[in-house]
Structures are given as structure tokens and as C-alpha cells.
């Protein structure tokens, strides 16, 4: 094939998919091009996520009739004229591609007038054809319509997401504008109800506020830092509000976002010592420096920049959040008892010499008696009482060799549910095949681990873990079979969850419910919590925490795929539910713990895949003396 120029209407279709990804996309071009036009006062009008229309609208200084058409055209800019103007960019657009790749994908319209102007003129598009001009009433500024988005590309229309999470991602880059203009007034509409209403703020912790709750403002220091090369201001959050849950972390240049893999590990490393691995801040770091020190035309989305010097602008944060922690007397302390703690070692041939430590704490079972016969002159009717498991294994010669204490039997009778008695010298691999569990001594380490005799060594089980797994299984079959049950709040919970997280609650609230969380929407950004899972904590921090995880994964788009939400809600509400949980103190409970694990889909590891048991072989024990 013949090499040829490609029409104008094809190249924009090609660079739309670059700039416009989702109707997210469009809202970021047209609120930031009235930013640029000097507007105070901008409304953003969406139906449908975007689907049906996006109406951007300002009174900015306008456009005239020859502007306002050649603005469709591909790289019609007043930004910049010249190579040397691309190292000095202070506005958001420079490219000249937004409205040429918008109008090759929709129908748009576009208002406007300048204050030179007596009548306003409005120019149509679609498809990258222009279609009219006229004449019409109009106030100083610009009114943009953009309906039908992918209405001629139908393969990019199908792949859009669920209403919720398009409108989502809308709020997350109106938000991200927003932040950038504190003394600039918003407001935002979906589907004719009001989402925000920003007016101009006095300062940007009050934007702060508007945007994203009362809550972040209260969980937020300030963090200033002057240099001869860079001024830095913000706030960063107390490390004891680090959550999983990603969304309030911003970085900005000269007024303009950007995201920086780099930038955010030096904030990372500032809070390290002070918050648990897995977990993150809110942060909103907002830079100056030298436009010739930073290049904004990395990518078509100029959501990338590049500073002159990365490893100085790093040092700037990561020492000014670091001093500002500092100043606010924050410990370094970690909760060790995190759940995501590393994975239970399996001992083996690396097994470390013993080194002494306190004496832990030992639970006893009380119905054990070392008087008791030992097992080689133990009667017929001890091994009957037993269920018959000495006959099971044959004639019984003695005690287990290296054992040093009393043969099967004699520790009292167990609970009813552990169905069939085990041996010590049961094989380790039965104990999944016939569901049964030793019956024989258990004892309970630091309330945290359960030991008990198996074959040629001592089986250890992490109790927490152990309770991961069963709520685990308890959580998929209330999603796949409708089985939950809700235990109510004694005093409802509200959580402030954002405008952003409130669209995915009012379309998954569905999954929330199947769980067995009770849950009522409040006002346009805010969820309160009537009741919880059965056996799940009511405590209000607890609560929030839960809801703001589950909101993340519900959020996340790979998680549509069939089963994967599934799962990694009912991994996350085990997880919570687990790391809530007593310590335990009960031999009887341990049993009954034991007894459900076995019964479970997968008793040797959790829902994430860590181990929940381990064993310890006689071997091992005797390589410790």
C-alpha cells in the first residue's frame, strides 16, 4: 500500500483516543480551557456520566465568530507561537488538540461572545465536519454542549463502564480542577441534581473542605518549605488516618495536577516508621518553581511532567513532610498486630537455634489427666470410648516414640461437632480428606496460636488466620447464595465518603447489602451505617475503614470480571473481620475453631493465600536441645 496523507476528520479520530479516553476526559479539556480564559464562575452541566451530555459553561472573556471555528481545527492554540513558548507554559492547554479530537468523536455546540461583541455566535460540529454558524443571545463567555460522546465510534461507547463509576471518574478530575482554584466559584450537576456548589474560597483549606468533607480538613497539617529553587505548601494527614483506600493524594505544579510514581515515594518514605505497610496518606503538595524548570508536554493528557532536576524536587518533599511530622511530635510507632503482617514461616531445613525468650502465657485444657492409663494398657473400653479409632490404626504398642507422656485417650470427652476421634499418629493429609481433627491436647500460645499433637510433630495454627479463612467462606456464600446476616448499631455510623465514592455506593449498594451491612444514603456525599455483618465490629473508626475498602474495590473496573469482585470483597470483610477478633483464651473454643477450619473449602491457607498452619516435626523440636 501506497503511503498518503490522512483526512483531517480520520487524524483527529486517531488523536481523540489519545485525549479522549471517557467522558471524563472531556469534562478535564473543557473546565480547564475555562480556566484559561480567566473565568470565575464555571458550571459543569452532565446527564447520563456523559453518555448524553456534557455542558461546560463560563464567563471567561469569550471567543470571536473566526476563533470560535477555528478552535475545531488540529493544533489551534493562543498559547504558544514558538519552540522557545513551550518552556514557559503556565496555562493547562497548549497542544490545540482537545476540541479538534472532542468534536471528532460527538456533536458539539458551542456558544459564545466576547465583551467587544453585541450578539454572541454559535458554531456546530460533528464527526470533525462543520456543520453551521450563526448568529444568537448570548452573555459574555463560552457555553459548550457535547452530546452523543462515541456516538460514531460504537466498540468505544460499549467498553464505557456502568453510569457510576464513569460519573466517578468525572468528579475525580472536576475535583482535581477544583483544587487548583480555590478563588474560582464550581459547581457540578448530574442528571439535574446538584453535586457541588463551590463558591470562591478564602483559602485552599476551605476548597479542601468543600470538595471533600470536614473530615479531611481534620485529619490534615500544614507542610511549607522554601528553597531557592522550589516553594512548596499543602497539608499532609496524620499518620494514624493512613488508609488503604487511595483517591485523596494530589500532587500540583504552577496550578497544574500531575501524577509522579517518584513524587509519591518520597512522601512514602517520610512517613516511614510512622504508618503500617499497605496503608497511604492524604497529601495535597502544591509547587512552585521556574516554568523553564519543568516540562508540561510529556503526554497528550499533560497529567506527566518532568522537572529539570527529580532528585531535588524529592529531596524538597520527602524533607518537608519528614520536618513537618516531625514538628507535630507524631511516634513512629507501628501496630504490629496488622493484619498484613508477613506470611507464617514453614520451618524446614533453615530452622534457627532456639534463643530464649519470655514464657508465654498457656492456656490448659482442664480435662486433661496425666494419671490417666497410658495408652499400652489401655482397656477395650477406652479404645471403644475413642470411636473406635485404636482399632482403625491397629494394635496399639506404646506411647509415640520421642512423646514422653500419655498414649491416645483419656483428655475428656470433645465437643460433638469434631465427629470422629483422631489418633496422634493420624497422617497429617487425612486430616483434610475426613475432615476430623485431633482431639487430643491443644494449647493455646499468646492467645494468638493454637498447638496440638499430629504426626512425628506438633501442628501450629494461627488463630487469626484460622478465622480469616471462615469468614472468608461465610462472606462468598452470602454474595453467591444470599446467606448473610445484619446485626444492628447501637448508634448509627455516618461516614463521609465524597461525591466520587457516593456514585459507586448508589450502584453497588446491591453487593453491600448481600453482605449484611445496612446502609441508607445521606444528602449528595455522605452514607450512615445502620448495621454491620454479624460478628463484625460497630466501632465508628472501624466502621468507616470497613466501608471506605469496600468502596475501593467496588470501584475498581477489573474487578467486573465474573467472580473477581467476589472474591476480593469477601477477602477484604474477612481480613477486617479477623483482625477484630479477641484474643483467644478457651480450649473449648479453640476446638470449635479447629473443627469449622477443617470443615472450610481450604484449611491451609486463607482467602489471600497465606498459610494458616504450619507443623513442627519431632526432627525440628529435637534439633533445639
Not at 109 to 132: I, M, P, W, Y
Not at 277 to 285: M, N
Amino acid at each position: 500500500m501506497e503511503l498518503r496523507i490522512l483526512p483531517g476528520n480520520i487524524a483527529n479520530m486517531i488523536a481523540a483516543g489519545e485525549v479522549v479516553q471517557r467522558p471524563a476526559s472531556v469534562v478535564k479539556e473543557l473546565v480547564e480551557n475555562a480556566v484559561d480564559a480567566g473565568a470565575d464562575q464555571i458550571t459543569v452541566i452532565i446527564k447520563d456520566s456523559g453518555r448524553t451530555l456534557i455542558q461546560v459553561i463560563d464567563n471567561g472573556k469569550g471567543m470571536t465568530p473566526d476563533d470560535a471555528v477555528l478552535c475545531f481545527e488540529r493544533h489551534a492554540t493562543s498559547k504558544i507561537a514558538t519552540a522557545e513558548d513551550l518552556e514557559d507554559i503556565t496555562t493547562f492547554g497548549f497542544r490545540g488538540e482537545a476540541l479538534a479530537s472532542i468534536a471528532a468523536v460527538a456533536e458539539v455546540t458551542l456558544k459564545t461572545r466576547t465583551a467587544d461583541s453585541e450578539v454572541g455566535c454559535q458554531v456546530e460540529f460533528a464527526a470533525s465536519t462543520h456543520n453551521s454558524t450563526s448568529e444568537v443571545a448570548a452573555p459574555v463567555g463560552t457555553n459548550i454542549s457535547v452530546r452523543n460522546l462515541f456516538y460514531n465510534v460504537p466498540a468505544r461507547r460499549k467498553f464505557l463502564k456502568s453510569d457510576n463509576v464513569e460519573f466517578k471518574h468525572i468528579v475525580e478530575e472536576f475535583t482535581k480542577v477544583a483544587l487548583t482554584r480555590p478563588e474560582t466559584g464550581f459547581s457540578l450537576s448530574h442528571n439535574g441534581k446538584e453535586v457541588f456548589v463551590l463558591k470562591p474560597a478564602k483559602s485552599l483549606k476551605f476548597r479542601i473542605m468543600d470538595l471533600l468533607g470536614a473530615s479531611v480538613t481534620g485529619d490534615v497539617v500544614d507542610v511549607c518549605a522554601d528553597t531557592s529553587a522550589a516553594r512548596l505548601r499543602g497539608f499532609v494527614g496524620r499518620p494514624d488516618t493512613a488508609r488503604k483506600t487511595l483517591g485523596n493524594q494530589f500532587f500540583f505544579v504552577n496550578g497544574r495536577y500531575f501524577r509522579s510514581p517518584y513524587m509519591h515515594k518520597a512522601v512514602m518514605k517520610a512517613y516511614e516508621g510512622m504508618i503500617a505497610d499497605g496503608v497511604t496518606p492524604s497529601y495535597f503538595i502544591y509547587l512552585e518553581v521556574d516554568p523553564h524548570s519543568v516540562d508540561v508536554n510529556i503526554s497528550p493528557t499533560k497529567s506527566e511532567v518532568k522537572f529539570e532536576d527529580d532528585s531535588f524536587i524529592f529531596q524538597v518533599i520527602y524533607a518537608s513532610v519528614k520536618e513537618t511530622l516531625g514538628k507535630n511530635s507524631f511516634a513512629g510507632a507501628i501496630d504490629f498486630s496488622n493484619p498484613e503482617a508477613k506470611d507464617m514461616p514453614v520451618l524446614g531445613a533453615h530452622f534457627t537455634e532456639y534463643q530464649p525468650e519470655s514464657i508465654p502465657q498457656v492456656a490448659v485444657d482442664s480435662g486433661y489427666n496425666p494419671f490417666e492409663t497410658e495408652g499400652a494398657g489401655a482397656s477395650t473400653d477406652q479404645a471403644t470410648g475413642f470411636g473406635g479409632a485404636a482399632g482403625r490404626f491397629g494394635s496399639s504398642t506404646g506411647p509415640v516414640a520421642g512423646s514422653g507422656g500419655p498414649a491416645d485417650g483419656g483428655y475428656g470427652s470433645a465437643s460433638r461437632n469434631f465427629g470422629q476421634y483422631v489418633d496422634r499418629r493420624e497422617d497429617y493429609g487425612k486430616l483434610f480428606e475426613e475432615k476430623t481433627l485431633p482431639v487430643t491436647q491443644t494449647i493455646i500460645l499468646d492467645g494468638k496460636y493454637i498447638v496440638s499433637p499430629v504426626n512425628d510433630g506438633l501442628m501450629i495454627v494461627n488463630v487469626r488466620r484460622a478465622r480469616e479463612r471462615i469468614l472468608f467462606d461465610r462472606a462468598l456464600a452470602a454474595l453467591t447464595k444470599n446467606e448473610h446476616v445484619t446485626q444492628a448499631n447501637m448508634f448509627p455510623v455516618k461516614v463521609e465518603v465524597g461525591a466520587a465514592n457516593r456514585a459507586i455506593f448508589d450502584d453497588k449498594a446491591g453487593i453491600l447489602t448481600k453482605l449484611g451491612f445496612d446502609i441508607t444514603p445521606f444528602g449528595t456525599d455522605t452514607i450512615v451505617v445502620n448495621g454491620v455483618p454479624e460478628g463484625y465490629s460497630c466501632e465508628a473508626g472501624k466502621v468507616q475503614t470497613m466501608v471506605f475498602d469496600l468502596l475501593l474495590i467496588l470501584s475498581d473496573d477489573s474487578s467486573s470480571l465474573p467472580g473477581v469482585m467476589e472474591s476480593a470483597m469477601a477477602e477484604k470483610i474477612a481480613l477486617m473481620g479477623a483482625s477484630s477478633g479477641a484474643a483467644m483464651t478457651s480450649p473449648m473454643e479453640a476446638r470449635h475453631l479447629l473443627d469449622a477450619l477443617i470443615s472450610s473449602s481450604n484449611a491451609e491457607l486463607t482467602g489471600s493465600g497465606k498459610r494458616i498452619m504450619t507443623i513442627v516435626t519431632t526432627s525440628q523440636v529435637e534439633k533445639l536441645f
